[in-house]
C-alpha cells in the first residue's frame, strides 16, 4: 500500500494536547485520530501493528501450552455467582467476576432464545422472528472529504470538510422482503405496483385453435390499451 493513498492525516507539529510521546507519535503519523476526548478511531498502519502483535502473543501463548479463556458479555461486572470447582458434585459459590477474574476477555457467545430475558428492559419478552436486510445507512463524517481534499467555504468565510453520508436500497430484497410478507400455497401474491405483469391470461384449451384465437384477442387489445399482459397455454407451467 503506497502511503500517499492512506486515509489518515499526518502532521509536521506535534499536537499541543499530547502529555505521553507515544500519544503525539501516534496522531502524528496518521496511526489513529481523536474523534471526542478520550476516544480515538485507528487506521491501517496501527491496525496492521495490533493484529501482528496479537499474533505473537497467541504463538508465545501456544508454545507454553497457554489457554485463553473468554468470557459471555452477559457475565460482565456479575457477582454472587456459583461457579464449578473441578470435582465431581463439588462448586463455590460467591464468585465475583471483577475480583475473581480480573483482565477477562468478554464476547457476545450466548445465543437469544424464544421468551429469553431482554437486556434492556429486563423482562422475557425476546421473540425471535424472520427479517431481511433491505437497506444501508453508512455515517461516513469527513472521513473521505479530507482524504479528497474536499472543502467549502462557510457562512463565517471559514474553510470547512464536508459531513457525508450514503445509503443502499437492495431492490432484490425488497423483492425477497415482499414475496416473505405476501404469499400463499401456490408461492408470491406481487402486489400490483410491482407485479410483473398486471393481467394474465390461461388458455386451458390452447390446442384448441378457436380458444387460443380467443384468449389472444383479449391479449392484444389490453397490450394495444397499455395494459401489461401476459398468456400461456395449459401446458405451460402456470
Not at 494536547?17 to 478520550?38: F, I, W
Not at 462448586?91 to 475473581?100: E, I, Q, W
Not at 481534499?149 to 431492490?171: F, K, L, N, S
Not at 391479449?219 to 407451467?237: E, F, H, K, M, N
Amino acid at each position: 500500500m503506497k502511503l500517499e493513498k492512506l486515509v489518515g492525516e499526518r502532521f509536521r507539529e506535534r499536537p499541543a494536547d499530547c502529555a505521553a510521546e507515544s500519544h503525539a507519535l501516534m496522531l502524528r503519523g496518521g496511526y489513529m485520530k481523536s474523534v471526542a476526548n478520550g476516544i480515538y478511531s485507528s487506521y491501517t498502519p496501527l491496525r496492521r501493528i495490533t493484529q501482528k502483535i496479537e499474533s505473537i502473543l497467541r504463538e508465545e501463548m501456544d508454545a507454553i501450552d497457554g489457554q485463553e479463556v473468554l468470557f459471555d458479555r452477559s457475565l460482565e461486572n456479575a457477582d454472587r455467582l456459583v461457579c464449578g470447582a473441578n470435582a465431581e458434585d463439588y462448586h463455590f459459590s460467591g464468585l465475583d467476576m471483577a475480583r475473581d477474574v480480573p483482565g477477562a476477555a468478554y464476547r457476545d457467545f450466548a445465543k437469544i432464545p424464544e421468551g429469553g430475558v431482554c437486556p434492556r428492559c429486563g423482562k422475557r419478552a425476546i421473540r425471535i422472528a424472520r427479517g431481511i436486510e433491505v437497506g444501508n445507512i453508512f455515517q461516513l463524517g469527513t472521513k473521505y472529504t479530507k482524504a479528497m481534499h474536499m472543502t467549502y467555504i462557510d457562512r463565517e468565510g471559514r474553510e470547512q470538510y464536508p459531513v457525508m453520508g450514503c445509503y443502499g436500497i437492495g431492490v432484490g430484497r425488497l423483492a425477497a422482503a415482499v414475496c416473505e410478507a405476501r404469499r400463499d400455497e401456490h408461492g408470491p401474491v406481487w402486489p400490483v405496483s410491482i407485479a410483473p405483469w398486471q393481467v394474465y391470461l390461461c388458455a386451458v384449451r390452447h390446442d384448441d385453435a378457436s380458444v387460443g384465437a380467443y384468449a389472444d384477442g383479449p391479449y392484444d387489445a389490453l397490450r394495444q390499451a397499455g395494459v401489461s399482459s401476459t398468456t400461456t397455454g395449459r401446458s405451460a407451467p402456470a
